[in-house]
């Protein structure tokens, strides 16, 4: 790949999707498994088994990928039940497409899609947000005043990012003085990429950050961080920069031996790493960060580039409700208590969790979603008929982690950490052209499939 001279701008490929005939012949040809076709196609029907006939009320609180994922299964499994959506969102972003629009790998417009693009037929959606739910009356409030009962309950709201905890930060300043973020949205994804050209040009001093809270997608920060350093690299500016990573807990990535591997090729780059600094301030005119140590003190550094990670927890409808885990590491953060193999609520059986509001070891990928969907269908089916949950949940996640412009690993793995690789010509842990082309063209047509509860 040429290296760009300083001056010369630093833009995002303007990527298209290739045909599925193309795709299929570009994956036969390069000897992918079978499976991985299966992955990235969305004509297989999720089920052919007949449908359960009931009138259950079912209500699903968030439109994202799970919300629904879960609403598409459950009309081809049920004749009769009234499947209500509870979101005032409109559009649909491709949030596992942030970190590429961010690094300039695609145009911001190609992860925005509509919701009403994906929703299937008979169900009603209610355009509001949740404010409240009292799971022993069986009911939701909306922000609105609306009172929706229910019969069965699935929370797919996702996170909170609590930037309130970050003093200074304004997500509206994403782009300006060497600020980013990958994490708020479509337009601070292209915001943060605006920044990143401007500091690749000149080079200088690079701040990027781990929050010590649950994160979706924690490998984002990783990838932000080799993304910065290819940018650097391509603008021949590496030499005359710096980038260390300020790691909020003691480890930068849950998998040890992901870490490892992270922390080794990154000694071969000159990324520093500081453990245990809570970023809690940022000033953003003065380019200045402040951390919070284990012993209380306040570290200030000062920045060319910041990427801001938010601390993140359950949303206020969920975190203030009896469904929240009331003991144990969940409960500060205020996520869902269900069991992290049937995915059902503990304490209330009517209810059950898909996607990043889940407090369970792992699993806030949308690539968890891909497996966990399929499975809170079977055991909410199950529940209707009267019948116990089987279908069982290992904590499947995936991070199809870029370590530069062409290559990536395809990292997975399940609730105990170990490394699961479906793809046996993908070495989870080396550099991969092709996991580079499943990460760029393959895994949204993927996520449009489990969108439409296809795959």
């Known amino acids: 790949m040429s290296t760009r001279h300083p001056s010369q701008p630093l833009s995002p490929q303007r990527d298209t999707d290739a045909p599925d005939t193309d795709r299929r012949r570009w994956m036969q040809a390069l000897g992918l498994a079978p499976a991985a076709l299966a992955v990235a196609s969305h004509t297989r029907p999720a089920h052919a088994a007949a449908r359960l006939k009931t009138q259950a009320r079912i209500v699903i609180l968030g439109s994202g990928l799970g919300g629904i994922a879960v609403a598409n299964r459950l009309t081809r499994l049920l004749d009769g039940a009234q499947i209500t959506i509870v979101d005032r969102k409109e559009e649909h972003h491709y949030q596992p497409g942030y970190t590429l629009v961010a690094s300039g790998i695609w145009p911001k417009a190609k992860v925005?899609?509509?919701?009403?693009?994906?929703?299937?037929?008979?169900?009603?959606?209610?355009?509001?947000?949740?404010?409240?739910?009292?799971?022993?009356?069986?009911?939701?409030?909306?922000?609105?005043?609306?009172?929706?009962?229910?019969?069965?309950?699935?929370?797919?709201?996702?996170?909170?990012?609590?930037?309130?905890?970050?003093?200074?930060?304004?997500?509206?300043?994403?782009?300006?003085?060497?600020?980013?973020?990958?994490?708020?949205?479509?337009?601070?994804?292209?915001?943060?990429?605006?920044?990143?050209?401007?500091?690749?040009?000149?080079?200088?001093?690079?701040?990027?950050?781990?929050?010590?809270?649950?994160?979706?997608?924690?490998?984002?920060?990783?990838?932000?961080?080799?993304?910065?350093?290819?940018?650097?690299?391509?603008?021949?500016?590496?030499?005359?920069?710096?980038?260390?990573?300020?790691?909020?807990?003691?480890?930068?990535?849950?998998?040890?031996?992901?870490?490892?591997?992270?922390?080794?090729?990154?000694?071969?780059?000159?990324?520093?790493?500081?453990?245990?600094?809570?970023?809690?301030?940022?000033?953003?005119?003065?380019?200045?960060?402040?951390?919070?140590?284990?012993?209380?003190?306040?570290?200030?550094?000062?920045?060319?580039?910041?990427?801001?990670?938010?601390?993140?927890?359950?949303?206020?409808?969920?975190?203030?409700?009896?469904?929240?885990?009331?003991?144990?590491?969940?409960?500060?953060?205020?996520?869902?208590?269900?069991?992290?193999?049937?995915?059902?609520?503990?304490?209330y059986p009517n209810v059950f969790g898909v996607g990043d509001i889940n407090g369970t070891p792992r699993g806030k990928t949308a690539a968890t979603i891909k497996k966990a969907a399929p499975i809170v269908v079977d055991n909410l089916v199950a529940a209707i008929a009267g019948q116990p949950p089987q279908a069982r949940f290992d904590g499947y996640t995936s991070c199809p982690l870029i370590t530069r412009e062409g290559s990536a690993w395809l990292v997975e793995f399940d609730y105990e950490g170990r490394l699961t690789p479906t793809l046996p010509v993908v070495d989870p842990l080396q550099d991969s052209f092709l996991a580079w082309m499943m990460k760029v063209r393959l895994l949204k047509p993927a996520y449009i499939g489990v969108l439409k509860g296809n795959v």
């Not at 910065?228 to 480890?251: E, H, N, W, Y």
């Not at 500081?274 to 960060?289: G, K, Q």
């Open 112 to 347: 925005i899609e509509r919701n009403e693009a994906f929703l299937p037929a008979g169900v009603q959606w209610v355009k509001d947000m949740a404010a409240a739910v009292d799971p022993d009356a069986r009911t939701v409030r909306t922000a609105g005043g609306l009172t929706l009962p229910y019969d069965f309950l699935v929370v797919a709201t996702g996170t909170h990012q609590d930037w309130s905890l970050i003093e200074g930060m304004d997500v509206t300043r994403i782009g300006q003085n060497g600020l980013g973020s990958v994490y708020p949205s479509a337009d601070a994804a292209a915001a943060t990429w605006q920044a990143m050209q401007t500091f690749a040009r000149q080079g200088g001093e690079a701040l990027m950050t781990l929050s010590t809270t649950p994160l979706k997608c924690a490998g984002a920060p990783l990838k932000m961080t080799f993304m910065l350093r290819d940018r650097l690299r391509q603008a021949g500016t590496l030499d005359q920069s710096r980038i260390s990573f300020m790691c909020g807990p003691k480890v930068i990535f849950g998998v040890p031996k992901v870490a490892e591997a992270v922390l080794a090729r990154w000694q071969e780059m000159a990324i520093g790493v500081t453990y245990e600094h809570v970023l809690t301030a940022v000033d953003i005119d003065a380019r200045r960060a402040t951390f919070q140590t284990p012993d209380g003190q306040a570290v200030q550094r000062s920045y060319d580039f910041l990427h801001a990670v938010p601390p993140m927890r359950a949303p206020d409808v969920i975190k203030t409700s009896a469904l929240a885990w009331q003991d144990g590491p969940m409960a500060k953060g205020g996520w869902l208590e269900v069991d992290k193999e049937t995915l059902q609520h503990r304490r």
